[in-house]
C-alpha cells in the first residue's frame, strides 16, 4: 500500500520482486500482484496509483510500470501474459521508438520525454522476458 493504514495500491511495489526483496512466485507477492492488476492495470496499462493526490486532473498510465508489470509476470511465470503485455507495450512508442513518462487516455505521450527509466525499464522487461523463453525452448 502507499502508507501505512491505507488501503490504496502503488505500483512502484512491482519493484519488490525485481530487486530480490520477495521472491517472484512467492504466495504473497503473487496476491499482491493479483490486487495491482484488479486495481492498477488498465487494459495493459498500469496506473501508479488511483488515490486522491491534491492535484488537478487525472494521471496517465506510467510506461515504466507497464514494463515492471510484464517482467513480473515473465519472473512469476506467466511468460505468454508477459510477453503479450510487453508486445502490446512496444506499439506505444512514437516513430523514432521512444517512451514519454506518460501514455494519455486515447495513448498520447505524456510528462517527461524521452523518458529514460521508461527506457531501463523495457530493457530489463525484454531482457528477463527473453530469458524465460530462452529457457521454454
Known sequence: VQTK???WLDASCL???LVRFIGPT???WL???NALENRLVDDSLVYRYRSPDGM???EGT???CSFWYAECLARGGDVHKARFI???MLGYANHVGLYSEELGPSAEQLGNFPQAFTHMALISAAFE???RLDQGR
Open 5 to 7: 493504514k491505507s488501503d
Open 15 to 17: 519493484l519488490s520482486p
Open 26 to 28: 512467492d504466495p504473497r
Open 31 to 33: 496476491s499482491t500482484l
Open 56 to 58: 488537478e486532473g487525472g
Open 62 to 64: 506510467f510506461c515504466m
Open 86 to 88: 510487453f508486445e502490446k
Open 129 to 131: 522476458l527473453n530469458r
